[in-house]
């Protein structure tokens, strides 16, 4: 884990320089930018001992799970399916996020992080079973089942996008736009704009929720001070200790009858024997291409699923940047973005195969994870990724942990999406934070970036559609996502804003000096160290045969 500190500001040193002895002593420090963060224990290509490790990659495959029982829990019954068709879907959700995110942490960014369900694809989603909501079925299983193969040909056509922006390298030029004062509001947002997911889902079951959060927050930073050898130990796993005994906790207020007076939507968020997935999942289940059946294709429904797939881009980037910030990483360089973007689309198209109910990005909370237990390894995440596989194809086992109630996770996610948010704040450092330009755009970027996609959702909520209605659905669908996704408002702002506001006469300013060799294969020299592939296939086959460098 190499170290590059900037020194202090020569103007600074030299009014300290010429300072009488008194002036000096009352001189505050001069904090220099550092490019990795000290306090983390372990980074990218360093890892813990195996049993550690193990426990970490666990810790992982929990934290992903919350986001991916809250989508299925939401949508399927409103596709018409049943608790069975609830497990069914888990499973699968959970079988492509261990396959997309190893192939992710391979051959993609090489971060470590989770790949999960996202909340972006709700919007097209939503519009798929309005159009089968009121058509004729034998039953509701049937209609179900005919919306989620609606869905696979959308999500199958739709991949195309991110595999053209990722693999043509357009998302990589792209990125060539971003700067530090652009990436700060993009990453910020990543974690403020899940504010929704945080508190107000904890607060529909205040007495297992709050306790959690207190609980987690004593235990993992006060606490660990008091015993030194318990330290690294409360510092990494105390999130899962946690919710272990929460989790008790709230079996015992169900068992013991607290909630049986209490309205049917907090039992349904309170109680643990309310989410019915053990007595409905399989023992054993493997999903598998076409599991329900052939692909509905619809030009509508493909187009609508445009604006989902290119948000998803938008917030992985943003993810991307946090990642490698919290495991020691440099910036991740702009061939590596645009090779992981064409990762996700093809990892979207598998989804579309094997018959997903939401397309794929990059996991927010494991992100914050990371920050949390100052464990940046690869390796643990790579492993979760088999525990992700194995609890999807053993039902009755990954039904168990599904079970956790949902205001547990709303808890844990008010300090991971914290976490990153702070990171994005911490992106600053390498500009000029005293430039009014700076703090316009950065202002800007942050309010709308929050403040526009609350204004489309609250618009949904209260009148069933987005403030953008039309005759053309698809069309609506598109900026419908599209502007209601924090982060992907935030890097349109952002980047508009730094590229046309006085660009030209700010590059110090904007933090491009220190930006800029890390956006090149070869700017610096610990990009291959950190984003180099495992194998180097080129090396394997004869000189005559080889593409000239550049083209690898």
């Known amino acids: 884990m190499v170290e590059t500190n900037h020194p202090p500001p020569v103007a600074v040193a030299a009014v300290a320089a010429a300072a009488p002895p008194t002036a000096i002593a009352r001189t505050p420090p001069v904090l220099p930018p550092t490019e990795q963060l000290h306090q983390m224990n372990f980074c990218i290509h360093t890892h813990p001992s195996w049993p550690e490790t193990l426990i970490l990659a666990f810790q992982h495959y929990i ?52 790949m999960n369900p996202s909340f972006a694809f709700v919007i097209p989603v939503l519009s798929i079973i309005r159009d089968y909501q009121f058509r004729n079925f034998a039953n509701e299983h049937e209609r179900f089942t005919h919306t989620i193969r609606a869905i696979q040909g959308a999500l199958i056509v739709s991949s195309f996008l991110n595999i053209i922006i990722g693999y043509s390298k357009a998302w990589g030029k792209y990125s060539r736009f971003f700067s530090p004062v652009s990436i700060v509001p993009v990453v910020c947002v990543v974690g403020l704009g899940l504010f929704q997911r945080g508190f107000p889902q904890l607060g529909k079951c205040v007495e297992i929720g709050l306790p959690m959060l207190i609980i987690l927050v004593i235990s993992q930073q006060y606490v660990k001070n008091f015993h030194q050898r318990g330290h690294s130990i409360l510092e990494r796993f105390a999130l899962l200790l946690c919710i272990g005994i929460i989790w008790v906790f709230a079996v015992v207020l169900t068992v013991s009858g607290a909630y049986n007076s209490v309205p049917e939507r907090t039992k349904r968020h309170c109680r643990t024997d309310r989410s019915y997935l053990l007595s409905s999942a399989p023992w054993i289940k493997i999903p598998y291409p076409f599991q329900w059946g052939a692909p509905i294709f619809s030009a509508s429904h493909v187009f609508g699923m445009l604006g989902a797939v290119l948000v998803a881009s938008a917030e992985s980037t943003g993810a991307y940047y946090a990642a490698a910030r919290l495991s020691g990483a440099t910036p991740p360089p702009a061939h590596v973005l645009t090779r992981s973007i064409g990762l996700q689309g093809i990892g979207m198209l598998l ?202």
Not at 489 to 510: Q, S
């Open 351 to 552: 989804e579309g195969i094997f018959g997903a109910a939401v397309g794929s990005t990059v996991s927010v909370e494991n992100v914050g994870l990371l920050g949390l237990t100052r464990v940046g390894s690869r390796r643990a995440v790579q492993l979760s990724t088999v525990f992700m596989i194995f609890f999807a194809i053993f039902g009755k086992f990954g039904a168990f942990f599904a079970s956790i109630p949902l205001p547990i996770f709303a808890a844990i996610y008010c300090v991971l999406f914290g976490l990153v948010a702070a990171v994005g704040i911490s992106f600053i450092q390498f500009a000029n934070h005293n430039s009014m330009r700076n703090l316009y755009i950065l202002g800007l970027a942050l309010f709308l970036g929050i403040s526009v996609p609350q204004y489309f959702n609250e618009f949904r909520a209260n009148a069933g559609h987005g403030p953008v209605k039309t005759s053309a659905g698809w069309f609506d669908d598109i900026l419908n996502a599209i502007f209601s996704s924090p982060p992907t408002v935030a890097l349109i702002v952002g980047t508009l804003l730094d590229n046309t506001l006085d660009a030209a006469h700010t590059a110090i300013d904007r933090g491009l000096l220190w930006w800029a060799p890390f956006q090149s294969r070869k700017g610096d020299v610990r990009n291959a160290e950190f984003y180099g592939l495992p194998l180097r296939i080129h090396e394997y086959i004869p000189t005559k045969f080889q593409f000239p460098t550049r083209f690898l």
């Open 63 to 114: 934290v992903m799970l919350g986001t991916t029982v809250m989508i299925s829990t939401f949508l399927v019954p409103l596709m018409g399916g049943n608790n069975r068709d609830k497990a069914r879907v888990i499973q699968t959700l959970l079988f492509m996020s261990g396959l997309n995110t190893l192939l992710q942490t391979l051959i993609g960014s090489r971060l470590p992080t989770v």
